[in-house]
């Protein structure tokens, strides 16, 4: 069953219930949870405890989002729905939570974008019967830098394998090469201030970005976008990329040469790579496209390169 709220409701409510402000020291016998904040240095975020003694599943969503809209007596904190932005409302249906935000959302720049999206998912998912926090935006699916669609979320979304809380970002420059039109010869595609979390690798990064597809006009993608990265490893100068089955899918015109040296060119340009094997499933005794032996290890070769 569906329902819908707006946020003056959840703050009303919040008000209503007599919550406390961020930082209080917890009181009562309540449930304790953990409201998450960006840092206002915008690196990391944050969390300060909070107890209600709310169960019903809609009143404590509304008394959560009421604390991350108000404004945190630590100064050291932002609370993420206290920008410039506005929550329109919201819709809970069989555990997922999607919020609707105005135009206002996308203003953000991209590392602040994915901290306050983090303390939000991280805060709401603790509330028993949601599960999975989607965004929209004016109705809209949320998409984030590279054009994808974000999706549903969880908060162990935002946590390494390690256990870990994803807190840092970085930016980086990145070379990529992609098919030309024709699907024979590949072409160069240089990214700015690439946004990316610190608990990823460069080399996974850099393949994630080749099978989501070029940004730039005359550059074609390469890899079935279905491909899912099973593991990415660098080790005496080889990176050994292992992919599942998908990616001997080829819906594009492209050839299995360009295919192999899009990944291996693209990851030789990182300062720790000089070569590159490509396995699938695990197994690289096998021919990609009957042509190109995934048994061998691939070095940069600019041979297929072309200009525009």
């Given at each position: 069953?569906?329902?819908?709220?707006?946020?003056?409701?959840?703050?009303?409510?919040?008000?209503?219930?007599?919550?406390?402000?961020?930082?209080?020291?917890?009181?009562?016998?309540?449930?304790?949870?953990?409201?998450?904040?960006?840092?206002?240095?915008?690196?990391?975020?944050?969390?300060?405890?909070?107890?209600?003694?709310?169960?019903?599943?809609?009143?404590?969503?509304?008394?959560?989002?009421?604390?991350?809209?108000?404004?945190?007596?630590?100064?050291?904190?932002?609370?993420?729905?206290?920008?410039?932005?506005?929550?329109?409302?919201?819709?809970?249906?069989?555990?997922?939570?999607?919020?609707?935000?105005?135009?206002?959302?996308?203003?953000?720049?991209?590392?602040?974008?994915?901290?306050?999206?983090?303390?939000?998912?991280?805060?709401?998912?603790?509330?028993?019967g949601v599960t999975y926090v989607a965004f929209?935006?004016?109705?809209?699916?949320?998409?984030?830098?590279?054009?994808?669609?974000?999706?549903?979320?969880?908060?162990?979304?935002?946590?390494?394998?390690?256990?870990?809380?994803?807190?840092?970002?970085?930016?980086?420059?990145?070379?990529?090469?992609?098919?030309?039109?024709?699907?024979?010869?590949?072409?160069?595609?240089?990214?700015?201030?690439?946004?990316?979390?610190?608990?990823?690798?460069?080399?996974?990064?850099?393949?994630?970005?080749?099978?989501?597809?070029?940004?730039?006009?005359?550059?074609?993608?390469?890899?079935?976008p279905q491909t899912k990265i099973i593991g990415?490893?660098?080790?005496?100068?080889?990176?050994?990329?292992?992919?599942?089955?998908?990616?001997?899918?080829?819906?594009?015109?492209?050839?299995?040469?360009?295919?192999?040296?899009?990944?291996?060119?693209?990851?030789?340009?990182?300062?720790?790579?000089?070569?590159?094997?490509?396995?699938?499933?695990?197994?690289?005794?096998?021919?990609?496209?009957?042509?190109?032996?995934?048994?061998?290890?691939?070095?940069?070769?600019?041979?297929?390169?072309?200009?525009?």
């Amino acid at each position: 069953m569906k329902r819908g709220k707006t946020l003056w409701v959840c703050i009303l409510l919040s008000v209503l219930l007599g919550t406390a402000c961020a930082g209080q020291e917890p009181i009562g016998d309540g449930q304790r949870y953990e409201i998450y904040y960006v840092n206002n240095e915008e690196t990391k975020t944050l969390t300060s405890e909070y107890v209600s003694e709310t169960r019903d599943t809609e009143a404590l969503l509304g008394e959560l989002l009421g604390q991350l809209a108000q404004v945190p007596a630590k100064f050291e904190y932002e609370a993420p729905l206290a920008g410039s932005f506005r929550l329109l409302g919201y819709t809970l249906d069989n555990g997922t939570l999607t919020l609707d935000f105005d135009g206002y959302y996308r203003n953000m720049d991209a590392v602040k974008e994915v901290l306050t999206r983090a303390a939000i998912v991280r805060t709401l998912t603790q509330i028993p019967g949601v599960t999975y926090v989607a965004f929209t935006v004016q109705g809209e699916v949320l998409t984030d830098s590279s054009g994808a669609a974000v999706g549903t979320m969880s908060s162990d979304l935002f946590i390494d394998n390690a256990g870990n809380e994803i807190n840092a970002y970085e930016k980086v420059n990145l070379k990529l090469y992609f098919a030309d039109r024709s699907g024979m010869g590949l072409v160069e595609e240089n990214r700015r201030n690439v946004v990316y979390s610190s608990n990823i690798s460069l080399e996974k990064l850099v393949v994630e970005k080749l099978i989501a597809g070029p940004e730039t006009e005359g550059a074609c993608p390469v890899v079935d976008p279905q491909t899912k990265i099973i593991g990415v490893t660098v080790r005496d100068g080889t990176c050994y990329v292992n992919l599942d089955q998908t990616f001997l899918n080829q819906p594009y015109n492209v050839s299995a040469e360009v295919t192999i040296y899009s990944i291996a060119n693209s990851l030789v340009e990182l300062s720790n790579v000089n070569r590159v094997q490509i396995s699938v499933g695990g197994e690289t005794n096998l021919f990609y496209r009957e042509k190109m032996n995934l048994n061998d290890v691939y070095e940069r070769n600019l041979d297929l390169l072309v200009t525009q």
